[in-house]
T-cell receptor, first 111, second 111 residues
Framework: DGGITQSPKYLFRKEGQNVTLSCEQNLNHDAMYWYRQDPGQGLRLIYYSQIVNDFQKGDIAEGYSVSREKKESFPLTVTSAQKNPTAFYLC??????????FGPGTRLTVL | GENVEQHPSTLSVQEGDSAVIKCTYS??????FPWYKQELGKRPQLIIDIRSNVGEKKDQRIAVTLNKTAKHFSLHITETQPEDSAVYFCAASDGFQKLVFGTGTRLLVSP
């Protein structure tokens, strides 16, 4: 599973709690992405970052926040404003000239 | 922005048959079209991709065709095997920002 790592693999959140999902890559890719996948659904883009200290909202950014302080790291925070956060979260990185690589994912469940 | 439609949503074939999945895209500026395979609970993995300067690409039992005029591309799997059973996603990109994914096709190959 080298290349992109995500932690934790499983995460449980209580109502009103913020949680942070970790994503780290050692591929030296400039761009990193966060996707949300619901059961039987496709991949929806939450946030993406093409360079350190810069990021853009994707299609479903409400209730989420990110930071990109280092090239290798792109953590995602699921805030209490996200009312239905139970889903499979996938991080990815891309160097534009090759394929977009995905991490192994974090499965978030609201208790 | 780009919109990608994928059909069918489910596809059942007998082992040894061929399977075809079709996608259409809306943005004529898109020039990169990857296909990902996702097994249950796992990350999506690239199986083949094509760029807009190529009409067809093959890799053993898998091929992708691209019709830029009609803005559609297709995945062809020949001599299907039970291990081909998975969800397949197409995607499109203008090459410098982000991928837009189709909604996925669940392929079931029966022995």
């Amino acid at each position: 599973d080298g290349g992109i790592t995500q932690s934790p693999k499983y995460l449980f959140r209580k109502e009103g709690q913020n949680v942070t999902l970790s994503c780290e890559q050692n591929l030296n890719h400039d761009a990193m992405y966060w996707y949300r996948q619901d059961p039987g659904q496709g991949l929806r883009l939450i946030y993406y970052s093409q360079i350190v200290n810069d990021f853009q909202k994707g299609d479903i950014a409400e209730g989420y926040s990110v930071s990109r302080e280092k090239k290798e790291s792109f953590p995602l925070t699921v805030t209490s404003a996200q009312k239905n956060p139970t889903a499979f979260y996938l991080c990815a990185s891309w160097d534009r000239y090759n394929e977009q690589f995905f991490g192994p994912g974090t499965r978030l469940t609201v208790l | 922005g780009e919109n990608v439609e994928q059909h069918p949503s489910t596809l059942s074939v007998q082992e040894g048959d061929s399977a075809v999945i079709k996608c259409t895209y809306s943005d004529s500026a898109s020039n990169y079209f990857p296909w990902y395979k996702q097994e249950l609970g796992k990350r999506p993995q690239l199986i083949i991709d094509i760029r807009s300067n190529v009409g067809e690409k093959k890799d053993q039992r898998i091929a992708v065709t691209l019709n830029k005029t009609a803005k559609h591309f297709s995945l062809h799997i020949t001599e299907t095997q039970p291990e081909d059973s998975a969800v397949y996603f197409c995607a499109a990109s203008d090459g410098f920002q982000k991928l837009v994914f189709g909604t996925g096709t669940r392929l079931l190959v029966s022995p």
